[in-house]
């Protein structure tokens, strides 16, 4: 166990709807990072988190935001889901120039969009 | 150029062979690697750093070509267990942002 947990597991939405989705970052991590993967594809990076500020975006739209909170927590939110938005969300707890520069995981938020 | 690149197979092979998958990045300022492991429908979990001087775990080897700007996993006497998604992770220069590939499926068959 990562101690990295996400919630909802697994979600339902249609085209048009919004989603939140939620991590709690492993104790004494300071940094979140979102990825999406897809079916057969490698996790996309989405953003990342320090100290409650954003310190990086991939390539994805700004309907697609977040946010950390005080406790290192953090929130994912897409707006107007699109059909190709379905996928594994995960979450990924490290501490900022960390060493190993381990990223921990959780178990991830499967979204589908219909 | 993907900044980080590799095959997605699948490689098939029999119980206790040898497999091997390289991974190549396109930044040369990149600075640490690494190889996850993730299994169907599970989240990745690290396997093992890539070290510059290259490193082994038991039946894993991992090996770094800077000048050739890829890395490798060397698995040995292959187990069924081993049957996953490899992925190739890479933290480019000055940015603490990890980028993966796309993942390298092996399955190891009796």
């Known amino acids: 166990e990562t101690g990295v947990t996400q919630s909802p597991t697994h979600l339902i939405k249609t085209r048009g709807q919004q989603v939140t989705l939620r991590c709690s970052s492993q104790?004494?991590?300071?940094?979140v990072s979102w990825y999406q993967q897809a079916l057969g594809q490698g996790p996309q990076f989405i953003f990342q988190?320090?100290?409650?500020?954003?310190?990086g975006r991939g390539n994805f739209p700004p309907r697609f935001s977040g946010l950390q909170f005080p406790n290192y927590s953090s929130e994912l939110n897409v707006n107007a889901l699109e059909l190709d938005d379905s996928a594994l969300y995960l979450c990924?707890?490290?501490?900022?120039?960390?060493?190993?520069?381990?990223?921990?995981f959780g178990e991830g938020s499967r979204l589908t969009v219909l | 150029r993907k900044e980080v690149e590799q095959d997605p197979g699948p490689f098939n092979v029999p119980e206790g062979a040898t497999v091997a998958f390289n991974c190549t990045y396109s930044?040369?300022?990149?600075?640490?690697f690494f190889w996850y492991r993730q299994d169907c429908r599970k989240e990745p979990k690290l396997l093992m750093s890539?070290?510059?001087s290259g490193n082994e775990d038991g039946r894993f080897t991992a090996q770094l070509n800077r000048a050739s700007q890829y890395i490798s996993l060397l698995i040995r006497d292959s187990k069924l267990s081993d049957s996953a998604t490899y992925l190739c992770?890479?933290?480019?220069?000055?940015?603490?942002?990890?980028?993966f590939g796309r993942g390298t499926s092996l399955i190891v068959h009796p």
């Open positions: 990924a707890s490290s501490s900022y120039r960390g060493d190993t520069g381990e990223l921990f």
């Open positions: 104790s004494g991590h300071n940094t």
């Open positions: 988190y320090y100290r409650e500020e954003e310190n």
């Open positions: 930044n040369s300022a990149s600075q640490s």
């Open positions: 890539v070290y510059s």
């Open positions: 992770v890479v933290n480019p220069g000055g940015s603490y942002i990890p980028t």
